[in-house]
């Protein structure tokens, strides 16, 4: 019985046959022929799009609705609500969480989120 050795020897000396170009051809034609049509794909990402606006405008009316049960108007909004925002992150959460505060209750009650501001005599606020 030959080693191993021998055997990787014997067995270097061939090499696989390479496949036959009909082969090859009908490969890549089933590959193209199952492929989507480009235009499934744009018919794909149109209703993923149409979906993402259809549920942006209901947010919308969403936050319209609660915010006209809630009596808000846009006079409520200072440069004190601006300050706020910006001192909570500046984005659109922050803005709607200091919106349905004006809306609920008296602005003075946001002294307590202001950041301490150190005293001359040392104590914080």
Sequence with gaps: MPSDEQIEVILGQYRPAPPSAELRHRILNAAIAQSPKPIFRWL???????????????????????????????????????EMVALIGNDTSARDFIAMRLATSDFSSFSLIRPAIPQTSGELQ
């Design 44 to 82: 794909a990402v149109a209703a993923v799009l149409a979906a993402c606006l259809t549920l942006d405008l209901a947010t919308q009316a969403v936050k319209q609705q609660t915010a006209s049960i809630l009596g808000y108007t846009k006079y409520q909004w200072t440069p004190q609500a601006e």
